[in-house]
């Protein structure tokens, strides 16, 4: 009992602490605001609304029987590429200064969270650049034990084959790592054999040699207007000011600067989830969701509603899922039972998109932060390292016994409670009507031609040529 008592008073007496001063010591807060954009732990993601820790909602239903269990899923956690790890190479220059303002007094950093940022080196293995990490991996194979555990009728019903379970990959190392990690916890001591597409991946990259999507959206200026419209707003600049003053100095560090320690913190976190990142003290959580709601805009725009060719590209994994679950419905023989894609954000964020999942009202904008804290539009929660989308189906028996088919979806192993459906459990025949047209209308040769109606009929392959130059020039 006193236990209790003491504790209540610690969190009393912390929150008055916290009211006082701001900045307690991060290394000491047990509660930190972890949610760090496209750089956010599996582990810890907001999407995780069944909790962490191994926990998931994914789990057999009582009176169904699991037929199929299909998923896309967003390569592990990573390490900084070559061209990150240069540019956060320099942080040990702010890290000398802030440690000279600490010495100096002039700094507001806790004594523990000055002392771990003067102990720290820049350690990413340039050897792993770009490459998953060993969180990344075990990340994976968890989830892949998890899915097996959740749906064992699935998976032991039948011997592994290449023609009951569908493992692919992007030609990258950090997809291909994270399938091979996610197999062997889904079948230990089994060879499985991995599909890829290799350079020209019209179902997982679809977004690939798409120019209508590189031309108007991932290499189009106007894309990152919104995230940097507010990134110029006095509030935005509050927060540069307070860091920099919190660190001890007289002048407003840079916008690139306090980016770049929230990038180390971030990718820290991910690449160890056991770990407090001293840079993550730099920030309050009022701080960090700031900078989180300019990476969702960003990506909201590059791949989310902001605009119509992202859900447009998304369609080829909803028309490979409609149709493998049109097969199971129809019970045509010798489906597999398992379909697991690894591939990346752009590719789950507009999968999602297709799916109209996160589609917030208002749309968030780079001026509306204050009333968009609760929109669902967050990648923390929809892209973490990790993310997947499951979808399962399922043939349960009603309560005169007939067959019902229903069809559950999961997001980071959540149920996603789409609308139309009873607590996360649709029928297929809702599922059907509501995904089947995207399916039969999916032409991403179309699209990426610039010849869908919603893209403007005016777009010409000229003008998106030389829309690709002028970035390719200005990115080099
Ligand atoms: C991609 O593959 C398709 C057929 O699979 C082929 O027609 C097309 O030319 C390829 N595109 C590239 C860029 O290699
Ligand atoms: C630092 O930024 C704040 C907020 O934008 C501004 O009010 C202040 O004048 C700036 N300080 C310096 C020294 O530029
Ligand atoms: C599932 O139900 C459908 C429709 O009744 C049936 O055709 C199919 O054979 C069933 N599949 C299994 C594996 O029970
Ligand atoms: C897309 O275009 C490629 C090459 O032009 C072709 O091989 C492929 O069949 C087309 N795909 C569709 C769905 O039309």
């Not at 605001?33 to 909602?57: H, I, K, N, V």
């Not at 967003?74 to 956060?88: F, I, K, M, Q, S």
């Not at 969270?113 to 969180?135: K, R, V, Y």
């Not at 980071?412 to 025949?429: H, K």
């Amino acid at each position: 009992m006193w236990r209790v008592v003491v504790v209540v008073w610690a969190v009393v007496l912390g929150r008055l602490a916290a009211a006082a001063t701001p900045y307690v010591c991060y290394a000491s807060d047990q509660d930190p605001y972890l949610q760090f954009g496209t750089r956010t732990a599996y582990e810890f993601s907001a999407g995780r609304t069944a909790g962490p820790a191994g926990q998931s909602d994914v789990r057999g239903i009582p009176g169904c029987k699991p037929l199929m269990v299909w998923m896309v899923a967003r390569h592990g956690a990573r390490n900084p590429n070559g061209a990150e790890a240069d540019r956060l190479r320099q942080i040990t220059k702010l890290r000398d200064e802030i440690n000279r303002n600490y010495e100096e007094r002039n700094s507001k950093l806790c004594p523990t969270d000055a002392q771990n940022l003067q102990q720290w080196q820049f350690t990413f293995n340039s050897a792993e650049e770009d490459g998953i990490s060993q969180q990344g991996r075990e990340d994976m194979n968890l989830m892949g034990k998890r899915v097996r555990t959740k749906f064992e009728e699935l998976f032991s019903a039948q011997e592994y084959s290449e023609q009951s379970y569908v493992f692919k990959h992007t030609n990258t190392q950090r997809a291909k790592i994270s399938a091979e990690s996610f197999a062997e916890g889904l079948f230990p001591s089994t060879q499985v054999r991995f599909q890829t597409n290799g350079n020209n991946d019209t179902l997982l990259k679809s977004y690939q040699n798409c120019l209508a999507w590189e031309g108007l959206v991932d290499g189009n200026p106007e894309t990152l207007k919104p995230m940097e419209k507010f990134l110029g707003l006095p509030e935005f600049n509050r927060m540069v000011y307070e860091v920099s003053q919190r660190l001890g100095f007289r002048y407003n560090l840079t916008q690139d600067t306090i980016l770049y320690a929230y990038d180390i913190c971030r990718y820290e976190k991910a690449n160890n989830i056991k770990i407090v990142s001293p840079w993550c003290a730099l920030f309050t959580p009022d701080d960090l969701k700031l900078i989180e709601y300019a990476e969702d805009l960003r990506f909201y725009h590059n791949t989310g509603y902001g605009n119509s060719i992202n859900s447009r590209i998304g369609c080829p994994l909803v028309k490979d899922m409609m149709y493998r679950f049109r097969n199971v419905a129809n019970g045509v023989e010798d489906q597999p039972s398992g379909v697991f894609y690894f591939t990346h954000l752009t590719s789950v964020m507009t999968l999602l998109a297709r799916l109209g999942v996160a589609n917030d009202q208002p749309a968030p904008s780079y001026n509306n932060y204050a009333s968009q804290t609760r929109r669902q539009w967050k990648t923390s929660a929809l892209a973490p390292f990790g993310s997947n989308l499951m979808a399962v189906f399922f043939n349960c028996t009603g309560s005169s016994g007939s067959v019902e088919q229903k069809v559950v979806f999961y997001l980071q192993e959540s149920v996603l409670p789409l609308p139309g459906c009873d607590a996360g459990l649709c029928t297929w025949d809702f599922v059907r009507e509501q995904f089947m047209p995207l399916a039969d209308e999916c032409n991403v040769n179309r699209t990426c031609a610039g010849k869908d109606a919603a893209a403007h009929a005016t777009l010409s392959i000229a003008a998106l040529i030389i829309s690709l130059v002028a970035t390719l020039v200005s990115r080099f």
